[in-house]
């Protein structure tokens, strides 16, 4: 480990555009818990099942409740040393971009600045009507909170499964996974489309790709390294003087 750990430190120090594809595991450390791993369950729902505008439609109340406790859960955490890391990565001599699939806002209070929040952000809604989106940061925001512009309900401003992303920050995240040379895959299980695609752009840009996970995931084939571990305690290592 401690050798593929040096490459990578000297792979880190040669490279001219760094890109990070996260994913929730790199949260788990500050006590979110993942999607797919063991506190995937909130009240006995599979927290996936009440990220789809199906959940919305057919219970709002539940789906505030849900983002509402989240919101809280995360407003008591800090960000933990492989965000840290990752701020620091940022300010080394190569062209960097972060590309995130949590929703959290960590990444940003840990000191990252070029973050493409991919899936959203738990602390901005937009009204289903309008979609005038706000900030809004008192975690406890009601089960039904109206707009203020318009009045028609507001939702998260995050992406829920069969939802599209942006389609400006999905074509900048292609366009930075093709033209980078070295992209880190760290805490998703890369399961989640299109976000598991950006590694093999990557790839096949002739990028060199390591992934960070302690657990084996379906990309650990095509990656020309998979580290096991956690983020927290490899990322640092990476990027100590
Ligand atoms: C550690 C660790 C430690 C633990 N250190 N690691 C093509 C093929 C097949 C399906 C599709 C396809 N294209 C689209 C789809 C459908 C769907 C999809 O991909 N489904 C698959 C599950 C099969 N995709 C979509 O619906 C997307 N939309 C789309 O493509 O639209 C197309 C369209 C175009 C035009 C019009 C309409 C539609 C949208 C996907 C949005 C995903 N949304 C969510 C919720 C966000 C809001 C919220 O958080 O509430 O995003 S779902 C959830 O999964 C969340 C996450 O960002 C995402 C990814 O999960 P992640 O981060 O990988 O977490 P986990 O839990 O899965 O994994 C954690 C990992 O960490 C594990 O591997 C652990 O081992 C590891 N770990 N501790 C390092 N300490
Ligand atoms: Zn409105």
Redesign the pocket.
């Known amino acids: 480990m401690q050798a593929d750990i040096d490459a990578v430190r000297e792979r880190l120090r040669d490279a001219k555009r760094v890109v990070v594809l ?5 949260s ?2 500050s006590g979110i818990p ?4 063991e506190g ?1 369950l909130w009240r006995n729902h599979r ?2 099942d ?2 789809t505008p199906e959940a919305f439609a057919r219970n709002p109340a539940l789906v505030w409740e849900f ?1 509402n406790w ?1 919101r809280m859960v995360i407003s008591k955490v800090d960000c933990n040393p ?1 965000h840290r890391a990752l701020a620091a990565m940022e300010k080394g001599p190569a062209d960097f971009a972060l590309i995130t ?3 959290d806002g960590l990444h940003f209070r840990a000191g990252s600045r070029n973050v493409l929040e991919i ?2 952000n ?1 602390w901005k809604v937009r009204c289903t009507y309008c979609g005038d989106v706000h900030l809004e940061q008192e975690p406890d925001f009601g089960t039904a909170p109206a707009c203020r512009k318009c009045g028609a309900p507001l939702r ?1 401003h ?8 942006d389609p400006r920050l999905l074509d900048t995240a292609y366009r930075l996974s093709a033209s980078c040379d070295l992209m880190f895959v ?12 950006f590694p093999f752009a990557a790839k096949s840009a002739g990028a060199f790709v390591v992934e ?4 084996r ?1 379906p990309l650990a084939g095509a990656v020309d390294l998979a580290l096991a ?6 990322v640092p290592q990476l990027v100590r003087p």
């Open positions: 996260t994913g929730a595991g790199v788990a450390e993942t999607f797919r791993g995937g927290v996936t009440l990220a983002y989240r492989a699939q949590n929703i899936h959203g738990i998260p995050v992406v829920w499964f069969g939802e599209g992303l760290i805490g998703t299980s890369a399961v989640v489309q299109p976000a598991a695609s960070i996970n302690p657990e995931t571990g956690k983020a927290g305690e490899i």
